[in-house]
């Protein structure tokens, strides 16, 4: 009993927990940052990032003017992502209208287009899209192809209904596309929390270890005859809870204000959460071995949030990024988290879908608890 | 300056280390250093800043491992034992080092329950009320003087009564009055039989002590009882009054074989250890009829203020890598 109570003492771990919830308490700012930030995130990408691009100036480069391209212009106009701005005839014209800015898609229709359609040949059409913004070429290329598709559907009516078939009778041929996997914010709501819950827990988790030292206060508290494991149990835990509150605020507002589904297993979320929790105090511990100052915890901290942010897969599409790049991000637990949220709320997947992820956090958690604990132990003396 | 306290029997040990030595990384901090303090005594620890003071008591109290040496503290193994010796010891840092963020009263009850004590309550509330804070016990740790804050900490070391109080300059950057009022506190617990340990900078703290040890680059250079450390140096002093010190002073101190000269206020300190030799100086001075010369028994300060000479000569000698 009395070897125990010397490892592990819950009236100790208790006293730190307290303690903690007090400082908690006390500091304002951080407590309101907790809570705020998760919210303001998520107002910020569901309503102002916005994937979907409207109203790009588009012209239309054709020889002869046909009625395909009366319907197209027609359907351009009714769309939301297209606004239609002329019809010029040469390659030059059109290459200028890009390079200036003017417009930023151009469909070219070649010459004998409908006579090509009509006689079932399957003509090309060349879409070139200004990808210098590529997120919203990818989300002109998406839209174009049913645009187009709809306006040519409706111009072989009547008489040439014969050549309207399915899969569409015509190519669309995209030039310098940049297609990512059609982010909206159904998709990124979920994606976002798996980068608020890393920002919170590793920043503030390394900030409160890092506070004792920087503090001197640390000295006093290994004076006493406190272990160092209820030291690190009761400083983490109450950080666990705040995950806790995150989430919850997090999951009801993405349902009331975006109803994002939740269509999977809350088992597999709720276990795949939990370690992702404990994966991303872990690197917090980590970060606050190698710091000495709260300013250093903090930027050290920062530095890990950009790869979760970048090479997650939540910024952009991970099938996309450079073998080297997606080797990073595959080491990061916020690109595993992400998928399982995604694979659980969006996709109705279960426990079997998300072991995978949840095998690739564990592994992860293992190597920087490893890690940890060996800087930890050299940090002692 | 206050009188001195007798020395106390020498009866049982509170502690008791030998060639206690500290490495930190090539540096020696702690050379091979040996303490022996009696219990109820209050102990002195005496040192330029960086002189390894503070890894010492930190060694003592098992905050540290030490890298030769051993020792017991209060009858434990100070290597084996550092969680019970943790238990009885009361430990206050040079820094303030209690939550700024906590009240007064959540700090004493935070340290209360890391020590396990049974009735928390109680205790958190005498401790208040001895320090004649009971209606700001609500107040933050952070708001309070720098005088109070060491007051607190003081208070919050006592909270599980231990029987060994380590100081680390407890009363660095407090006013007088405050130091005063700490050091009254010092003595009534160390009547009620608590050994205390503590480091200082300052003279009129040192002769507080019943024993001082002075510290120097890690080396113990002497110890003894306040009243015995000028005599164990084998310090002359003669007192100079009379005018233009500044002119007298700059004299002797640019001849050769004089000791060292220090200016008090009105009045000329010129000590040295070779007593035939000050004698001489003090008769050639005398001849000259300008200043007056008077034999008087070295103190403890001109004794630190040898010593601390000595050290930076030791400095000198052994560059610290």
């Known amino acids: 009993m009395s070897r125990l109570a010397n490892i592990f003492a819950w009236s100790r771990f208790y006293a730190v927990l307290v303690k903690e919830f007090i400082q908690m308490r006390r500091d304002r700012v951080t407590f309101g940052m907790m809570i705020g930030v998760p919210l303001m995130q998520l107002l910020l990408f569901g309503y102002a990032i916005d994937t979907d691009p409207h109203n790009l100036p588009t012209l239309i480069e054709v020889a002869d003017e046909s009625p395909v391209v009366r319907s197209l212009t027609a359907a351009m106009d009714t769309s939301d992502y297209f606004d239609f701005i002329g019809i010029v005839t040469s390659e030059a014209a059109s290459d200028e209208a890009l390079k200036d800015g003017t417009a930023s898609v151009i469909l070219t229709i070649p010459p004998g287009f409908e006579a090509d359609l009509i006689r079932g040949v399957t003509p090309e059409l060349l879409l070139t899209v200004d990808a210098s913004d590529p997120v919203a070429a990818g989300g002109a290329i998406g839209a174009m192809s049913g645009v187009v598709e709809t306006a040519i559907g409706q111009s072989l009516n009547g008489p040439l209904s014969f050549a309207a078939k399915s899969p569409a009778p015509f190519d669309l041929v995209i030039h310098r596309a940049f297609n990512p996997s059609g982010e909206t914010s159904l998709n990124i709501v979920p994606g976002l929390l798996a980068v608020i819950l890393s920002m919170t827990m590793v920043l503030i988790t390394a900030v409160a270890i890092v506070r004792e030292s920087e503090k001197g206060t640390m000295e006093s508290l290994i004076a006493t005859p406190v272990t160092p494991s209820e030291v690190m149990l009761g400083k983490i835990l109450p950080y666990v809870f705040v995950g806790y509150v995150q989430t919850a605020v997090f999951l009801l507002a993405a349902r009331a204000l975006f109803s994002v589904p939740f269509s999977g297993s809350f088992l597999a979320f709720f276990l795949g959460f939990n370690l992702y929790i404990i994966v991303n105090l872990a690197i917090g511990f980590l970060v606050s071995t190698v710091a000495r100052t709260q300013m250093q915890a903090m930027q050290l901290s920062f530095f890990t949030i950009l790869p979760t942010i970048l090479l997650s897969g939540f910024m952009f599409p991970f099938a996309a990024m450079p073998g080297w790049a997606q080797a990073i991000g595959t080491a990061i637990p916020a690109t595993h988290f992400l998928r399982l949220v995604r694979k659980v709320m969006l996709k109705g997947g279960g426990l079997a879908e998300v072991t995978q992820d949840m095998a690739a956090i564990a592994v992860i958690l293992l190597v920087v608890v490893a890690v940890a604990l060996k800087r930890y132990r050299q940090t002692l003396d | ?321």
């Not at chain 2, 490495?23 to 005594?41: E, L, N, P, S």
Request: aromatic share 6%; hydrophobic share 40%.
């Open chain 2, 1 to 321: 300056m206050a009188e001195q306290v007798p020395e106390k029997v020498a009866g049982e040990v509170a502690i008791s280390v030998t060639g206690l030595t500290k490495i930190f990384g090539t540096r020696k901090v702690v050379d091979g250093f040996d303490m022996q303090v009696g219990k109820g005594a209050i102990y002195g620890f005496l040192g330029p800043n960086g002189s390894g003071k503070t890894t010492t008591i930190r060694m003592m109290c098992g905050l540290l491992t030490p890298d030769g040496g051993a020792g017991q503290c209060l009858g434990l193994d100070i290597v084996r034992d550092s969680r019970e010796i943790k238990k009885r010891v009361g430990y206050m840092t040079q820094k303030f080092s209690l939550y700024e963020d906590l009240t007064i009263a959540e700090n004493l009850d935070f340290t209360a329950r890391m020590f396990g004590m049974k009735n928390r309550k109680a205790l958190v509330a005498e401790a208040v009320r001895d320090l004649g804070l009971e209606g700001r016990a609500g107040q933050l740790a952070g708001t309070l003087s720098g005088g109070w804050k060491q007051r607190l900490a003081l208070a919050a070391c006592m909270i599980h009564s231990p029987d060994l109080l380590l100081l680390d300059e407890p009363t660095a950057g407090v006013d007088p009055k405050a130091r005063r009022d700490f050091w009254d506190e010092i003595r009534k617990l160390a009547a009620r039989g608590v050994t205390v340990l503590v480091s200082t900078h300052y003279m009129d703290e040192a002769v507080q002590c019943d024993h001082i040890a002075y510290i120097a680059y890690g080396k113990k250079l002497i110890d003894g009882a306040a009243r015995d450390i000028p005599g164990q140096i084998g310090l002359s002093t003669y007192v100079v009054t009379g005018p233009d010190l500044s002119e007298l002073e700059a004299r002797l101190e640019a001849e050769d074989g004089t000791g060292q000269v220090i200016r008090f206020g009105a009045e000329l300190h010129v000590s040295g250890t070779d007593k035939a030799a000050l004698d001489a100086l003090a008769e050639v001075e005398r001849a000259r009829g300008t200043h007056e010369w008077v034999a008087k028994r070295a103190g403890l300060e001109e004794a630190f203020i040898y010593l601390m000479a000595g050290a930076k000569d030791n400095f000198m000698l052994e560059p610290v890598s």
